[in-house]
């Protein structure tokens, strides 16, 4: 129990007076997080407007597969970068392995699905009221996308959040494409389960104080953000 308090007293100075191995650790998980969802919403949140507006043969399959893809294990996303950009893989020339980059990328795969099912939702309705609006002034198929998703942006940003929530804690996949390098590809999450197994448990605690605390400030404005559109005031 002494062993218990003592962890928790030095995890707390540890954050309260900024650690440098520590704030290396969390600028390092923020600033890959951030650069995943950044590409991730590149990708899913034009996808999901073009999912609303779009009528052809394969489009419930695609939407059908993105939700099956919510639920798909990060282990098996980090396996599938891993054996891509490894060294006898189509993409080993690139030299990408057990870097940022292949973080990034396990990321982008883990949360595009996630981003563009709550943002297809979301805009479908949006969708539905602006029908007959879109339609009669005779725009362009990109000009209905791109009213959608400003518009709909308040919900665009509440799943932005989503998936930001689901990157920072992500540990399995990024364990194996990142290979948890010191000063390199050492996160939040892959730091935590390294300092735990050591039995450093001052260290893994203020790591994950920061991690709730990045959770809590993701929830809180996942909450704002919906009270805001709910109350008109955005």
Known sequence: MVDLWQGLAQAFWMVVTLDPELVEIAARSLRVTLSALVVASAIALPLAAFLAVRRFR?????????????GLPPVV?????????????????????????AMV????????????????????DLWQEYHD?????????????????????????????AGFGRAIGEVGAIMIVGGNIDHATRVLTTAIALETGKGEFALALALG???????IAV????????????????
Request: net charge positive; glycine share 6%; proline share 3%.
């Open 105 to 124: 990328i396990a990321q982008v795969i883990i949360i595009v699905p996630l981003i563009a099912s709550i943002a297809h939702q979301s805009i479908r």
């Open 58 to 70: 394969a489009r419930r399959l695609i939407i059908a597969l993105l939700n099956a893809l919510m």
């Open 133 to 161: 609006l879109l339609i009669s002034m005779n725009v362009t198929q990109w000009q209905k996308v791109r009213t959608l998703l400003w518009d709909a942006r308040r919900a665009l940003l509440t799943a932005a959040l």
């Open 77 to 101: 996303v980090g396996l599938i970068v891993y054996v891509l950009l490894s060294r006898s893989g189509p993409l080993g020339v690139l030299g990408l392995l057990f870097t940022p980059t």
């Open 209 to 215: 104080f920061v991690l709730i605390g990045l959770a």
């Open 219 to 234: 929830n809180l404005s996942i909450h704002w953000l919906s009270r805001t559109e709910q109350e008109g005031r955005w």
